[in-house]
């Protein structure tokens, strides 16, 4: 692990073209691992930890999803990397949106995986609140337990206990605030309409957290939409081979 503007990161392969990956809320760049491993031969591939998750320092109690847009840039900038494609998994997905919005100039390509451009309606909303007061009365461990199995099309896949040993190393104060953030987060449709940036839209066939429906929100000739028959949410662990052709089918269209 490298650490750079407080981020914790990894950093593979030596390619001409640099892809960012960026977890979901309670992940690592862990989640990445098996896709890493095939793209590394091909491109350079960074994974980091956001704020409070894995071993990246929080940014305190209040922050916002720009923040973590900004975060990512400074830490692009520390690095002296001009040009990433940027592959953001459900909260990343997120803060991909708000790069996107804000500095679309040191984007070559974005995805949303498991994700979506849609605000919380206003279960989701209150869903948030819930989660805010599991962990602080459960704390992280109980948190993670009750909601890692959820995000799994298969209630015994083997990655289960993976995704929960890397949701343990999240902070208290990374999951509230990355909670509030996404509770407080925009709508950004018109990201995905008006970028004039080539977009992958990846579903999951029973990602029964954010469905398709939410993912594939805006259509257009810039934008390709994947579904991965039999995953979840989580189709970095669960159909790794075949978001990774995805992937390099994605960056080598241009």
Known sequence: MNKSNKLSY????????????????????????????????????????????????????????????????????????????????????????????????????????????????EAGKEGRLKSVEKIEIDGIPAFIDGLVPKLFAKSDDPNIENAKEIGYKTSESGAIGSLYAMRKRRDRNHVLKDTKLPVLLVAGEQDKVIPAKKTFTVKGDHIKEVILKGSGHMGMLEAPGKLAEEIIRFVEEK
């Open 10 to 121: 990894i950093d593979s392969g030596e390619g001409k073209k640099t892809l960012l990956f960026i977890h979901g809320f309670c992940g690592s760049h862990g989640y990445w691992q098996d896709i890493i491993s095939g793209l590394k031969d091909k491109y350079r591939v960074i994974a980091i930890d956001l704020p409070g998750h894995g071993a990246s320092e929080s940014l305190g109690a209040s922050f916002t999803i720009e923040d973590m847009a900004v975060n990512i840039a400074a830490f692009l900038d520390e690095q002296q990397i001009n040009q990433v494609y940027m592959f953001g998994h459900s909260l990343g997905g997120y803060i991909t949106l708000s790069f996107a919005e804000q500095f679309a100039e040191k984007l070559s390509g974005f995805s949303l995986i498991h994700s979506t451009a849609l605000p919380d309606d």
